[in-house]
């Protein structure tokens, strides 16, 4: 699809949402809080979940193409996450590094394994970078909502993540198990996208921006490109989005697992 970020501009924000996230966690009054919209976690555990989540995906984008990820015995002998604050920031910095390390080695275009085989999304390490963006971004978000003060979604983040997410983690070849439908999503912002859903799968476009739309949507929801990204992820109720349509097929789309 056009028009989404590119890989240099996806490294530098992985790289500036890490700064906001490590600087929430060191303004928190403790590690042990717990995350409001990840509740079985505390604040360590949230930042123990990212700083070994970019491990991980750093061993995968170095592992290149594959047909699994790296064997869990691959990464033993790395540091484990420390309990006090700053050793564990310094650990988490030294984990984002590695990641961002092994994507620029690799560059956008090398293929690697992802767990989003059948999406619209490729497996490249291009399409890695632009999700890891989102992981990290929804997991800042977390912080700041467990110390009270949660921000908006930077701009140019949310709005490829709102077509992120629809590629990745709603496209796919799996047959919708469900009637027919056709469901939107609009961006106040100016962008809209359209996951059309059937016995052939799931597949998201993007709409024009101007000019004769397509035929009407079954159910659409409304938002800041922001919040829309947000309740894609389950951070915030589909109630502070605009919906329109059978909201149904809202419901069945969170629930579907396409690997059942």
Known sequence: M???????????????RSVAFRATVASAPSLEVRVPTCPE?????LVQHLGEG???????VGAGPAD???ARSASEGAPVAPREREA??????ASTQQLLDALREAGPDRGCWTWWAGSQSPQTCGAVARHQLQEVAVHTYDAQVTLGAPQPLPGEVALDGVEEFLSTCCATTAAWPHEPAVVDYHATEGRSWRLRLSADGVRTARLPESGTMPDAADASARGTAGDLVLALYGRIPLDFLKLDGDR?????????????
Do not use: G, N, S
């Open 248 to 260: 149904r097929h809202f419901d069945l789309l969170a629930t579907w697992d396409p690997d059942e």
């Open 68 to 70: 699994a990820p790296p």
């Open 88 to 93: 564990l920031l310094a650990w988490l910095a």
């Open 41 to 45: 976690w505390t604040l360590f555990d």
């Open 2 to 16: 056009a028009q989404t970020l590119e890989f240099p501009d996806l490294l530098r924000l992985i790289d500036e």
């Open 54 to 60: 970019r491990r991980k995906w750093a061993a995968i």
